[in-house]
Nanobody, 125 residues
Framework: QVQVVESGGDLVQPGGSLRLSCAASGFNLDEFRVGWFRQAPGKEREGVSCISRSGDDTVYADSVKGRFTISRDNAKNTVYLRMNSLKAEDTAVYYC??????????????????WGQGTQVTVSS
């Protein structure tokens, strides 16, 4: 079955850290750019970060720049999102998906995506 599964979300206090994982099965994730997106209650889904196939190039939304780090381990067919200095406004369901070059650059999911269940991140004291 071709799919990506997100994991690692949790309840964390402001200022805390989490590492999200995006594990692929049924296909080679290293053939694709991968983006992380998030959707907070009552808001539209927004792009958070993107990584190139080699991992050499990354893109971040201004709201997470300097706090989040995207990386990949192609041997494990997995992409990660390390989130530090978490804020209440980071609370959302986080999703990962393969993206095109333009989607990676713009952090906008232009084309149809078969979104998974995502992983819930809640930042609260």
């Amino acid at each position: 079955q071709v799919q990506v599964v997100e994991s690692g979300g949790d309840l964390v206090q402001p200022g805390g850290s989490l590492r999200l994982s995006c594990a692929a099965s049924g296909f080679n994730l290293d053939e694709f750019r991968v983006g992380w997106f998030r959707q907070a209650p009552g808001k539209e889904r927004e792009g958070v970060s993107c990584i190139s196939r080699s991992g050499d190039d990354t893109v971040y939304a201004d709201s997470v720049k300097g706090r989040f780090t995207i990386s990949r381990d192609n041997a494990k067919n997995t992409v990660y999102l390390r989130m530090n200095s978490l804020k209440a406004e980071d609370t959302a369901v986080y999703y990962c998906t393969t993206v095109t070059t333009s989607e990676c650059t713009s952090l906008v999911a232009t084309y149809f995506k078969a979104w998974g269940q995502g992983t819930q991140v809640t930042v609260s004291s």
